[in-house]
T-cell receptor, first 110, second 115 residues
Framework: KQEVTQIPAALSVPEGENLVLNCSFT??????LQWFRQDPGKGLTSLLL?????REQTSGRLNASLDKSSGRSTLYIAASQPGDSATYLC?????????FGAGTTVTVRA | EAGVAQSPRYKIIEKRQSVAFWCNPI?????LYWYQQILGQGPKLLIQ????????DSQLPKDRFSAERLKGVDSTLKIQPAKLEDSAVYLC?????????????FGPGTRLTVL
């Protein structure tokens, strides 16, 4: 059974600082890994999807890396803004099933 | 393109009552998912439909939860009778298919409070 862990559970940083969010998983036989953003009272929005054959994906200020062999992924958010405040969830896909971590709640202080 | 629609957005019920949630996926999406997200946890898959058929319902508490997807489009999730531990956000998601590159698109969720 796939276990996904996200550390830390919460993070508070001043505006402009770079964010580093960590995700680890136990079963390396994955199809892909996704990072989602969840705002209070809203659903999940997909930020980045990394295929198992890829090492990283970038979108604007976001960069996600994947080290499948060690079961780790890191999401970097450059030059954080108050609008980046949200919960960030990591999800790993085995076969057709997504397994989610509990998320890291980020607060960016103006 | 319209997103995944869910209703109601919020529901408060007493324990032992019944409740139903509705989901309308993105047009043309063959696969539909129901997730349960308890406060402080990641979403947990309850059931997955491929068109009309059930692909996975291994984590659905079948003694009290039921789900159906009529005509391969809309879906309803029902809880009867509800327990206190059912308090959670119920998320519906859809994807074009189940291939490795298919992205799941999530609705806003229904927040259920059981008193």
């Amino acid at each position: 059974k796939q276990e996904v862990t996200q550390i830390p559970a919460a993070l508070s940083v001043p505006e402009g600082e770079n964010l580093v969010l960590n995700c680890s998983f136990t079963d390396s036989a994955i199809y892909n890994l996704q990072w989602f953003r969840q705002d209070p009272g809203k659903g999940l929005t997909s930020l980045l999807l990394i295929q198992s054959s890829q090492r990283e994906q970038t979108s604007g200020r976001l960069n996600a890396s994947l080290d499948k062999s060690s079961g780790r992924s890191t999401l970097y958010i450059a030059a954080s803004q108050p609008g980046d405040s949200a919960t960030y969830l990591c999800a790993v896909r085995n076969d057709y099933k997504l397994s989610f971590g509990a998320g890291t709640t980020v607060t960016v202080r103006a | 393109e319209a997103g995944v629609a869910q209703s109601p957005r919020y529901k408060i019920i007493e324990k032992r009552q019944s409740v139903a949630f509705w989901c309308n996926p993105i047009s043309g999406h063959a696969t539909l998912y129901w997730y349960q997200q308890i406060l402080g946890q990641g979403p947990k898959l309850l059931i997955q439909f491929q068109n009309n058929g059930v692909v996975d319902d291994s984590q659905l508490p079948k003694d009290r939860f039921s789900a159906e997807r009529l005509k391969g489009v809309d879906s309803t999730l029902k809880i009867q009778p509800a327990k206190l531990e059912d308090s959670a956000v119920y998320l519906c998601a859809s994807s074009l298919d189940t291939g490795p590159t298919d992205t799941q698109y999530f609705g806003p969720g229904t927040r259920l409070t059981v008193l």
